[in-house]
């Protein structure tokens, strides 16, 4: 009898002994705050600034834009900018474009439209922004309102040819950039991209006839050679000419 109740006694302080070492053991390897973090209180999240991130590593676009968004204020609390009218907009959004600072520039380009919807520099502008952005619907729609607006600018019809062209919307990318060599017969750019939309639906001898009016204005653009190389070399394969210049378009729009 009494050696049993010595091997229960012993069996009782090695499993007291065993649970304090486990206890221990995740004592040691776990930080403090991970054991009490139900416990401590809640302190939200400041928003970032300039001021903040500099402690951050690496700067995430948070801090990026936390940078930007106290420039802007800084810019538009100058007397420059004061005067709440459609020019003082677009002429701080320009600035800001240019500055980098996507973001207030559109800020600016939709104040200015909704003092003045019949501004086409603000149409633009913001179109021009989302093309940087590679935000394809929303320029579109802002250079379309653009163009109605003003209907002489060929860089409106060109820009609007480039965001139909990144969407594929190829009839209405040809309509455009036709316009815009007519409004300018100088723009090889807008002469390589209407040869561009052509190969794109298989059309090689329209599109040779745009890309070589291209080279005839610039003799070194180069881009415009290599498509013009690209077309005749497949003229007469039109199926792999449209495969080759999808290739080419998902290079040139894609997002980075």
Same mark, same amino acid.
């Given at each position: 009898?009494?050696?049993?109740?010595?091997?229960?006694?012993?069996?009782?302080?090695?499993?007291?002994?065993?649970?304090?070492?486990?206890?221990?053991?995740?004592?040691?390897?776990?930080?403090?705050?991970?054991?009490?973090?139900?416990?401590?209180?809640?302190?939200?999240?400041?928003?970032?600034?300039?001021?903040?991130?500099?402690?951050?590593?690496?700067?995430?676009?948070?801090?990026?834009?936390?940078?930007?968004?106290?420039?802007?204020?800084?810019?538009?609390?100058?007397?420059?900018?004061?005067?709440?009218?459609?020019?003082?907009?677009?002429?701080?959004?320009?600035?800001?474009?240019?500055?980098?600072?996507?973001?207030?520039?559109?800020?600016?380009?939709?104040?200015?439209?909704?003092?003045?919807?019949?501004?086409?520099?603000?149409?633009?502008?913001?179109?021009?922004?989302?093309?940087?952005?590679?935000?394809?619907?929303?320029?579109?729609?802002?250079?379309?309102?653009?163009?109605?607006?003003?209907?002489?600018?060929? $860089?409106?019809?060109?820009? !609007?040819?480039?965001?139909?062209?990144?969407?594929?919307?190829? &009839? #209405?990318?040809?309509? %455009? /950039? +036709?316009?815009?060599?007519?409004?300018?017969?100088?723009?090889?750019?807008?002469?390589?991209?209407?040869?561009?939309?052509?190969?794109?639906?298989?059309?090689?001898?329209?599109?040779?006839?745009?890309? $070589?009016?291209?080279?005839? !204005?610039?003799?070194?653009?180069?881009?415009?050679?290599?498509? &013009? #190389?690209?077309?005749? %070399? /497949? +003229?007469?394969?039109?199926?792999?000419?449209?495969?080759?210049?999808?290739?080419?378009?998902?290079?040139?729009?894609?997002?980075?």
């Amino acid at each position: 009898m009494r050696n049993m109740r010595t091997r229960a006694t012993s069996r009782a302080s090695f499993r007291r002994q065993a649970i304090f070492l486990i206890f221990f053991t995740i004592w040691i390897v776990t930080p403090p705050n991970a054991i009490f973090s139900e416990f401590l209180p809640f302190v939200p999240t400041a928003p970032l600034s300039p001021e903040t991130c500099s402690a951050h590593a690496p700067v995430t676009n948070e801090c990026v834009e936390a940078g930007l968004r106290t420039r802007r204020e800084k810019l538009r609390a100058e007397a420059a900018f004061q005067a709440d009218t459609p020019a003082t907009h677009v002429k701080l959004a320009d600035l800001l474009n240019q500055q980098g600072d996507p973001n207030g520039a559109i800020e600016e380009y939709r104040a200015a439209i909704q003092l003045d919807p019949g501004l086409a520099d603000a149409f633009r502008g913001l179109g021009a922004v989302y093309l940087d952005q590679h935000e394809w619907k929303k320029a579109e729609h802002a250079l379309e309102q653009a163009a109605h607006l003003d209907s002489e600018n060929s $860089q409106i019809r060109y820009w !609007l040819g480039r965001a139909l062209l990144a969407q594929q919307k190829f &009839l #209405e990318a040809r309509q %455009a /950039l +036709k316009t815009a060599t007519k409004l300018n017969p100088n723009d090889a750019e807008a002469f390589s991209d209407l040869g561009l939309s052509f190969m794109a639906q298989g059309q090689s001898r329209d599109a040779i006839n745009a890309l $070589q009016q291209a080279i005839r !204005l610039r003799p070194d653009y180069s881009e415009a050679h290599s498509r &013009l #190389e690209l077309a005749n %070399a /497949l +003229k007469l394969n039109k199926d792999q000419l449209v495969h080759e210049t999808a290739k080419i378009l998902q290079i040139l729009f894609r997002r980075e």
